[in-house]
């Protein structure tokens, strides 16, 4: 299972806004595939899957604040249940 | 080669695989926003921090980089408390005041990593300068990116160090890129041992990512120096797999670049090669080596969260001699 997460950059970054989700919860996602993008105090910011396989809850909604660190969602391989 | 025996042989290997796997583990905590300032990955640059430590006496002194995890942890000291000082915690090797690029404990000759391109030769070197004034029978390293190899301050080291014939070993710990800029682009000449000479020292270029060609190379330079003949230039051409710092996007190269870096020149991948071929262990052994370091670098991670945060009422202790009385 990976978890994509809103990585913290600079030095001073605390929260990112969830700009847009392009994969649903039970979509197929590839390995490279544009997950969700985000928006910092410097720049946007794509999130792309390091996994392929199909993606889990939205654990955050669109426009809203996410804490830098924290999982936004996860890919699940098969088998794996979030 | 020839006079490699087995423990040596293992406790460089197991150096390398403790510095690659808290490199990588502090990288993705750092994404998780767990090391305040960032930090910056020596993954790929092993071999240069444990050939030139290895080859060194414990109360040398070195002065290093803003990349400098690798040559504290081959400086010899542990996992846990080069960890907890990424947190900034009161158990780390600066007491929670350095954090990553600050990494220093100059009562045992680590004078530090710091953020200015090219400080550490000029550190080294006057670190050298008194050596040689007390008399000591011990060493400096300076180690310079290829970056600090175009600013004025380490040339000017370098000629002191050359007229005096002090003590020193500028190391180039060059993994080829100054944040974006590729080395190749932006040195005049071409080859910096070459411009090295220029001042008068011998300046070799060599390989970086084999750990017993940097050993051998700083044995020879660190006699040189103990027996007053002077300084020595070493540029070690080696790679970083990660982007200057973390979380850098990395446009500057290409993935297969680095592919082949990783795949045909990793410092570790061709060590264990003569490990094994050498009959000092065997894949299983090599494999039971990364696991217990595997479980090292989780133990100091674990410390690092557990310990305490530096007290407020000792932000005092460190800013001076505790001689001026400065008080909150």
């Known amino acids: ?82 | 080669m020839s006079n490699l025996d087995k423990s040596t042989a293992l406790s460089l290997l197991r150096q390398m695989m403790v510095i690659r796997d808290f490199e990588e583990t502090a990288d993705k905590l750092c994404l998780r926003g767990k090391v305040p300032g960032g930090m910056h990955n020596s993954s790929g640059q092993e071999a240069v921090a444990v050939g030139t430590l290895s080859a060194i006496a414990k109360d040398d002194v070195i002065a290093t980089t803003h990349r400098s995890h690798h040559h504290t942890l081959a400086k010899g000291y542990s996992a846990k408390s080069v960890m907890a000082e990424l947190f900034t915690k009161a158990t780390g090797i600066s007491h929670g005041r350095g954090g990553s690029m600050h990494l220093a404990e100059v009562t045992e000759g680590h004078f530090g990593g710091n953020g200015i391109v090219g400080a550490g030769v000029g550190i080294a070197m006057g670190a050298a300068l008194g050596i040689q004034h007390i008399g000591d029978k011990k060493i400096a390293v300076g180690f310079v990116g290829d970056g600090g190899m175009n600013t004025g301050r380490t040339w000017e080291s370098i000629n002191m160090a050359s007229i005096w014939k002090l003590p020193l070993i500028i190391l180039v710990d060059n993994n080829q890129y100054a944040v974006e800029t590729f080395v190749g682009r932006v040195t005049g000449g071409g080859d910096l041992a070459k411009r090295a000479s220029g001042f008068g020292l011998p300046a070799y270029n060599i390989d970086g990512q084999d750990v017993l060609e940097v050993r051998k190379y700083v044995t020879e330079a660190r006699e040189r120096a103990l027996a007053g003949e002077g300084p020595t230039f070493i540029n070690a051409l080696t790679y970083r797999y990660y982007g200057h710092n973390v979380g850098e996007k990395g446009q500057y190269r290409t993935q297969e670049e680095i592919a082949q870096w990783r795949t045909t020149q990793d410092p570790i991948d061709k060590f264990t090669g003569v490990v094994i071929s050498s009959g000092f262990a065997t894949q299983a052994e090599v494999d039971e080596l990364r696991a217990s370091v595997r479980k090292e670098i989780d133990e100091a991670v674990a410390y690092a969260e557990s310990s305490p945060e530096p007290e407020i009422a000792s932000i005092t202790q460190g800013v001076d001699s505790g001689k001026l009385g400065v008080q909150l």
């Not at chain 1, 990585?7 to 490279?32: F, H, S, Y």
């Not at chain 1, 392929?52 to 804490?67: D, F, T």
């Not at chain 1, 924290?70 to 794996?80: C, D, Q």
Request: no cysteine; glycine share 8%.
């Open chain 1, 1 to 82: 299972m990976e978890e994509i997460f809103v990585p913290a950059l600079g030095m001073a970054m605390d929260n990112a806004m969830l700009l847009e989700w392009l994969k649903q919860p039970g979509d197929t996602v590839n390995a490279g595939d544009v997950v969700a993008v985000i928006e910092t105090d410097k720049t946007t910011l794509d999130l792309p899957a390091e996994t392929s396989g199909v993606l889990g809850k939205h654990r955050y909604a669109a426009n809203e604040e996410v804490p830098a660190g924290n999982t936004i969602a996860v890919v699940l391989a098969p088998g794996e249940v979030e």
